[in-house]
């Protein structure tokens, strides 16, 4: 097992290590939730300064041509598009995870009218199953059925993360997506959980989406993407249809008339000053090697659980090559030990019912890190520190 000094010879070698100085982190804190807001690049502030003094200030409504706010939902997607293994004018950016889903999921079911069952890990992050229930309801005569069942010869679309919130486990994205479209189903891939800290490729997929909070460092709030597979841009409908989704939107013509390609899938006005805030963080991305990136996903999530050893529960695969970016571990009083390690600099987070869960963000998460982190964590359950009553008050966010 490595020691720290061999931890610190490692992140002098470690060929990411340079963009740590890209990032905001506070001195004397291990910030390992990087899967759930990511930390604060240091161009973001000017960046955002930009479009509000700047642009706003200074343009004031010529902004939307002058400042190129009115293409942004289209210029920011082609950046977005190579992290995903998408190409330009495939990806559109705006709205919301959630909303990106209803898009995505009503899209599809309209491109297999006939069928009427929509497959769902009902173990999924909340929004996905929660929006496919709404809006199963809203059509009437839908059935919602399991992933776990393994069956999609009858389904209109399969909505499944590649990475699950919880455990972290990996799915197989080429194996899936080919399994269910021989089926005759379509496929939906939520890419929030692996975006920015993996290899993803959805290329092949029918339609994907992700958010740009996590590991892509886009800011607290920051706007979903979503993904259309070329061959669905002409027959693809647009539940949500916006006036910025419209063929000629300053024509204000009176019926609705869909724009080519991934345009009509744009729905409001951009969100301009967190649109600033995801640009600065895509200037970083530009220059990321993925293939390190991974790489170096793998070794972090190895080392933490080989550290903890058999002080927790391991709830994430011990694979590396089937684990997300997060290491999770189970403990039946998760939320109190999470406190009480965050008291002692070391950030992490808990997901209900037992899991505790640890973000590596390649990027700026280092292999001391990694050491610190775990070692914090066992002092606090050898101890008993955390069995202090203050730390079993929930927050409102945990």
């Given at each position: 097992?490595l020691?720290r000094?061999r931890?610190?010879a490692?992140?002098?070698?470690?060929?990411?290590?340079?963009?740590?100085?890209?990032?905001?982190?506070?001195e004397?804190?291990?910030?390992?939730?990087g899967?759930?807001?990511g930390?604060?690049?240091?161009?973001?502030?000017?960046?955002?300064?930009q479009?509000?003094?700047?642009?706003?200030?200074?343009?004031?409504?010529?902004?939307?041509?002058g400042a190129?706010?009115?293409?942004?939902?289209l210029?920011?997607?082609?950046?977005?598009a190579?992290l995903?293994?998408?190409?330009p004018?495939?990806?559109?950016?705006?709205?919301?995870?959630?909303?990106?889903?209803?898009?995505?999921?009503?899209a599809?079911?309209?491109?297999?009218p006939?069928?009427?069952?929509?497959?769902?890990?009902?173990?999924?992050?909340?929004?996905?199953?929660?929006?496919?229930?709404?809006?199963a309801?809203?059509?009437?005569g839908?059935?919602?059925?399991?992933f776990?069942?393994g069956?999609?010869?009858?389904?209109?679309?399969?909505?499944?993360?590649?990475?699950?919130?919880?455990?972290?486990?990996?799915h197989?994205?080429?194996?899936?997506?080919?399994r269910?479209?021989?089926?005759?189903?379509?496929m939906?891939?939520?890419v929030?959980?692996?975006?920015?800290?993996?290899?993803?490729d959805?290329?092949?997929?029918?339609?994907a989406?992700g958010?740009t909070?996590?590991y892509l460092?886009g800011?607290?709030?920051?706007?979903?993407?979503?993904?259309?597979?070329?061959?669905?841009?002409?027959?693809?409908e647009?539940v949500?249809?916006?006036?910025?989704?419209?063929a000629?939107?300053?024509?204000?013509e009176?019926d609705?008339?869909?724009?080519?390609?991934?345009?009509?899938?744009?729905?409001s006005?951009p969100?301009?000053?967190?649109?600033?805030?995801?640009?600065a963080?895509l200037?970083?991305w530009?220059?990321?090697?993925?293939?390190l990136?991974?790489a170096?996903?793998?070794?972090?999530?190895?080392l933490?659980?080989?550290?903890v050893g058999?002080?927790l529960e391991?709830?994430?695969?011990?694979?590396?090559?089937?684990?997300g970016?997060?290491v999770s571990f189970?403990?039946p009083?998760?939320?109190?030990?999470?406190?009480a390690?965050?008291d002692?600099?070391?950030q992490?987070?808990f997901?209900?019912?037992d899991?505790l869960r640890?973000?590596?963000a390649p990027?700026?998460?280092?292999?001391?890190d990694v050491?610190?982190?775990a070692?914090a964590?066992v002092?606090?359950?050898d101890?008993?520190?955390?069995?202090d009553?203050r730390?079993?008050?929930?927050l409102?966010?945990?």
């Amino acid at each position: 097992m490595l020691d720290r000094d061999r931890c610190l010879a490692l992140d002098a070698d470690d060929p990411l290590g340079e963009f740590r100085a890209e990032f905001v982190l506070p001195e004397g804190v291990v910030y390992l939730v990087g899967n759930s807001l990511g930390a604060l690049p240091r161009r973001t502030p000017e960046r955002v300064r930009q479009a509000v003094v700047d642009e706003w200030g200074g343009q004031l409504v010529g902004g939307w041509n002058g400042a190129g706010w009115y293409e942004q939902p289209l210029t920011l997607g082609d950046r977005v598009a190579p992290l995903i293994g998408a190409g330009p004018g495939q990806v559109v950016v705006g709205n919301t995870t959630s909303i990106a889903i209803h898009q995505a999921v009503s899209a599809a079911v309209r491109l297999r009218p006939e069928r009427r069952v929509i497959v769902s890990d009902v173990r999924n992050f909340p929004t996905d199953h929660y929006m496919v229930q709404g809006l199963a309801r809203a059509l009437g005569g839908y059935e919602i059925r399991d992933f776990a069942e393994g069956r999609f010869d009858d389904a209109a679309v399969v909505l499944l993360s590649e990475v699950d919130y919880r455990t972290s486990e990996r799915h197989d994205v080429p194996a899936v997506t080919a399994r269910v479209q021989e089926a005759g189903a379509l496929m939906v891939w939520d890419v929030c959980h692996s975006v920015g800290a993996l290899d993803v490729d959805v290329s092949a997929a029918d339609f994907a989406v992700g958010c740009t909070y996590k590991y892509l460092n886009g800011g607290p709030g920051a706007p979903a993407f979503l993904y259309v597979n070329p061959r669905h841009h002409a027959d693809a409908e647009n539940v949500l249809s916006g006036w910025h989704g419209h063929a000629e939107p300053f024509a204000f013509e009176s019926d609705y008339r869909p724009a080519e390609g991934i345009k009509r899938f744009t729905v409001s006005t951009p969100h301009v000053l967190s649109l600033a805030a995801l640009d600065a963080a895509l200037d970083i991305w530009e220059r990321v090697p993925l293939d390190l990136l991974r790489a170096k996903s793998m070794a972090l999530g190895s080392l933490f659980i080989d550290l903890v050893g058999d002080a927790l529960e391991l709830a994430s695969p011990a694979d590396a090559e089937r684990r997300g970016s997060h290491v999770s571990f189970r403990h039946p009083d998760g939320y109190p030990v999470i406190r009480a390690l965050i008291d002692r600099g070391v950030q992490g987070d808990f997901r209900a019912p037992d899991i505790l869960r640890f973000g590596l963000a390649p990027l700026y998460t280092r292999y001391v890190d990694v050491w610190d982190a775990a070692r914090a964590l066992v002092e606090v359950l050898d101890k008993g520190l955390w069995k202090d009553e203050r730390y079993a008050q929930r927050l409102a966010v945990t």
